[in-house]
């Protein structure tokens, strides 16, 4: 069955250091993948996406790196903040316009 | 210009009832998602509309129920209300055109069934 699974439930992590969290997939061939944060009560933001022919994406502070053989992304927050602490989520695309999610990390960046 | 907006926030219900909640997209936005999320089984798709035809629909019992309107305005309904249907509600618009599948989520609607 497909599956997405983040293999931490929660990260606590020192103000700046680098979060590295992971997403691993089974039985996708996903032409795309997301990243999202979600605040407490909030509804999830979208951060970065990329493609399956990129192996890297960089936006500010953030970089996500895709491996489609290992079907492993990794989103990395370098000089991490406590104002970057929240739930990361990652999803991939199934079908048209249908996303599915991972069950999400919990950062924490204690100061 | 405006994110997507959901209303209400927050709202209790019994057990039986039925709720509907609503959700304007961002403008130009004719794409619109519905998802729930529980601390259990996390986020998961409800069904998605696009030019006020459903799409896409996810595993979820027909007491669950939604529609979009020609402005892509869009509600989602649920009868007879079950304990387990305590969630936050999450609506999400995209652009036309769009296959990269990025969403624009609202805030949602807390439901809490008694």
């Known amino acids: 069955s497909q599956k997405i699974e983040q293999n931490s439930e929660a990260l606590n992590i020192q103000e700046g250091k680098t979060a590295t969290l992971t997403c691993n997939y089974t039985n996708y061939s996903p032409a795309y993948l997301q990243w999202y944060r979600q605040d407490p009560g909030r509804g999830p933001v979208f951060l970065l996406l990329i493609r399956e022919n990129e192996k890297e994406k960089r936006k500010e502070r953030l970089k996500v790196t895709f491996d489609t053989t290992l079907k492993q992304s990794l989103f990395h927050i370098t000089a991490s903040q406590p104002a970057d602490s929240a739930t990361y989520l990652c999803?991939?695309?199934?079908?048209?316009?249908?996303?599915?999610f991972g069950q999400g990390t919990r950062l924490t960046i204690n100061p | 210009k405006a994110g997507v907006t959901q209303t209400p926030r927050y709202l209790i219900k019994t057990r039986g009832q039925q709720v509907t909640l609503s959700c304007s997209p961002i403008?130009?936005?004719?794409?619109v998602s519905w998802y729930q999320q529980t601390p259990g089984q996390g986020l998961q798709f409800l069904f998605e509309y696009f030019s006020e035809t459903q799409r896409n629909k996810g595993n979820f019992p027909g007491r669950f129920s939604g529609r979009q309107f020609s402005n892509s305005r869009s509600e989602m309904n649920v009868s007879t209300l079950e304990l387990g249907d305590s969630a936050l509600y999450l609506c999400a618009s995209s652009p036309v055109g769009r296959n990269t599948g990025e969403l624009f989520f609202g805030e949602g609607s807390r439901l809490t069934v008694l």
């Open positions: 403008s130009g936005h004719r794409s």
């Open positions: 999803a991939l695309l199934q079908g048209a316009q249908k996303l599915v």
